[in-house]
């Protein structure tokens, strides 16, 4: 269940992680990318962290749109029209139910729209996929999250500017992958997963 | 790195209030963004309008094309890294004069993703947004199961011919269809001497040795398709125009616009001996070139190298397009 606290809770949590790996995301994304992922939500993580400082939200939907629209308008490149429509998406959909599930569905189903990419392209698709599924069976773990993120290393890149790069980018993680990969260790964490 | 900036973090905001402080006559800063417009709003009245955009770090691109006979407004986003939604919404309403906007994004996926965001911003504002995807990359295979060829150079010469087009009181439909039937006939590639250093990274995206050149390289340092010793001039221009040459199939008599960009840190003496070498080899192909253009238009920062581009011209009326009077920071023409 995603109640207003747990949201809080587990967005702080993110970007604390975001702003201590940033680096290692940017390192992430030059062989396979230009070489900003990192950069890119650093600048968001800062942003949601002003916006939630600037005003505490109300409810769960409230706090959903805040955090959408400081990544949509402070993040740029294709992380930040992904994260921001997946976050969108959860804000729309909290208005009728608080189900951490049916949530991260709506997410997913907002990133598959904004990017049309599906499984096995080495994005964070390959992450938030089956943690959606997981979510569902009320099973969730550190386990689920990591091996989804490692199963990106072998993938060869369709999506994305990894794909330039073609069967170079065998051997290599998604970014994306493993910043979604942190997104949903926090959401762990913050008890949200349940 | 040495570069001459203050707080990296700062440098596009700081970069867009030079440039508008030094050339008020054509750009303005849209309030709270970093997207620009064109000063004189009534060179805009009654047409439909063109807006662009992208990351930072290739200027004179986009912001440089602002003005009469070119584009309405651009959005200058983080150094290589697509602006956000809201912003090239803003670029939108600032455009849009009752006749619509039309958008000329570079085929990335960030770019491509944050216009399609902002066109549906526009739509429920009932504004009337279409927009090209430029894709003249010949570097990379275009298939299926990639995100397709880059949006390079050749990018400028789809702002001039709608830019022209928009000016002579086309219609949002009729700047589409002429997008669409230009677009296959402009194609890039390019050889890099050197990569880009993206200010808050602090070391270039790729390193080449210093008798080492790279083909087929993207305007963010996208690896190419092959790296070799350095080569003279000529045998530069003999393998980039052998790309271009079968990506065209183009025969003696064909005719065609001709673009040699300097992609940052590359003398314009060597951009200059670079098309002298190009147009002898044209010459001796029997490839009739109507016009010609050399400079730093679709720069990489601090890259040195070049690209080349081939436009076409299968439609006469386009040689009167990229003729056609334009008064912008970086294209003017009587
Ligand atoms: N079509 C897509 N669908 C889902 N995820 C995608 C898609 N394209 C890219 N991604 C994800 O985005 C990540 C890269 O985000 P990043 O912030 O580096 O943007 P970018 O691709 O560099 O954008 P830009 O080209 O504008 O700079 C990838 O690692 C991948 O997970
Ligand atoms: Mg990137």
């Known amino acids: 269940m995603l109640t207003t606290d747990i949201i809080l809770t587990w967005i702080h949590d993110f970007d604390k992680k975001i702003s201590e790996k940033k680096d290692y995301l940017s390192e992430l994304d030059t062989p396979i990318g230009d070489g900003d992922h990192g950069n890119n939500l650093a600048r968001g993580a ?33 992380s930040g029209a992904l994260y921001g429509t997946a976050f969108l998406e959860m804000a729309k959909t909290s208005r009728d139910t608080t189900k951490t599930a049916d949530l991260l569905a709506a997410g997913l189903a907002g990133l598959q729209k904004r990017g049309g990419a599906t499984t096995g392209e080495k994005t964070m698709i390959d992450v938030w996929a089956p943690v959606v599924t997981a979510t569902k069976g009320g099973q969730l773990t ?6 989804a993120v490692a199963a990106t290393k072998p993938m060869r890149a369709t999506k994305g500017r990894a794909s330039y790069v073609g069967d170079s980018s065998i051997g290599h993680l998604d970014p994306g992958a493993v910043s979604s990969g942190y997104l949903f260790t926090s959401l762990l964490e913050a008890g949200g997963a349940k | ?51 662009s955009g992208g990351g930072s770090g290739h200027e004179p691109t ?58 549906d911003m526009a739509d429920l504002d009932g504004i009337e947004v279409k ?27 789809m702002h001039k011919i709608l830019g022209a087009a928009a000016d002579q009181g086309a219609s949002l439909t009729e700047l589409e269809t002429l997008a669409k039937k230009v677009l296959p006939n402009i194609k890039t590639i390019a050889v890099a001497l050197s ?38 001039s000529k045998d530069l221009v003999k393998e980039l125009l052998g790309k271009l040459k079968a990506a065209f199939n183009y025969q003696a008599g064909d005719k065609f616009a001709v673009l040699v960009n300097g992609m940052g840190a590359t003398p314009l003496m060597e951009q200059f001996v670079f098309m002298r070498d190009v147009l002898n080899q044209l010459k001796d192909e029997g490839v009739n070139v109507a016009f010609t253009k050399v400079g730093n238009y679709m720069t990489s920062l601090d890259m040195a190298g070049v690209s080349l581009t081939l436009f076409k011209l299968t439609d006469d009326s386009w040689l009167d397009n990229l003729n056609y009077p334009v008064n912008t920071i970086a294209w003017t023409q009587k």
Do not use: W
């Not at chain 2, 309030?31 to 060179?43: G, M, Q, W, Y």
């Not at chain 2, 090209?132 to 390079?152: K, P």
């Not at chain 2, 200010?199 to 993207?218: I, R, S």
């Open chain 2, 62 to 119: 986009h912001a440089g094309f602002i003005g009469e006979g070119m584009l309405s407004a651009a959005v200058c986003g983080q150094v290589f890294t697509s602006p956000t939604p809201d912003q090239i919404y803003a670029a939108i309403k600032a455009a849009d004069q009752g006749k619509g906007v039309f958008m000329v994004i570079k085929n990335y996926s960030g770019d491509v993703m944050n216009f399609d965001m902002a066109k």
């Open chain 2, 195 to 232: 990569g880009a250093t993206v200010p808050e990274v602090g070391k270039p995206g790729f390193t080449l040795a210093d008798d080492e050149l790279e083909y087929g390289v993207g305007i963010h340092g996208e690896p190419g398709y092959r790296k070799e010793k350095m080569r003279p």
């Open chain 2, 131 to 157: 927009s090209i995807t430029v894709d003249d990359d010949i570097a990379v295979e275009n298939s299926t199961f990639t995100q397709g060829r880059r949006g390079v150079a050749g990018t400028i010469f």
């Open chain 1, 142 to 147: 550190q386990k689920i999250i990591d091996d």
């Open chain 1, 46 to 78: 800062e942003a949601i962290e002003a916006a939630l400082n600037k005003e505490t939200p109300a409810d769960a939907t409230a706090a959903l749109r805040a955090i959408a629209m400081a990544l949509v308008s402070k993040v740029g490149g294709a």
């Open chain 2, 1 to 51: 790195m040495k570069k001459i900036m203050n707080d990296p973090k700062n440098i596009v905001a700081e970069m867009v209030e030079g440039m508008v402080r030094a050339y008020p006559q054509f750009v303005e800063r849209l309030p709270e963004t970093e997207a620009l417009v064109r000063s004189d709003k009534s060179s805009m009245t009654g047409k439909v309008g063109l807006i």
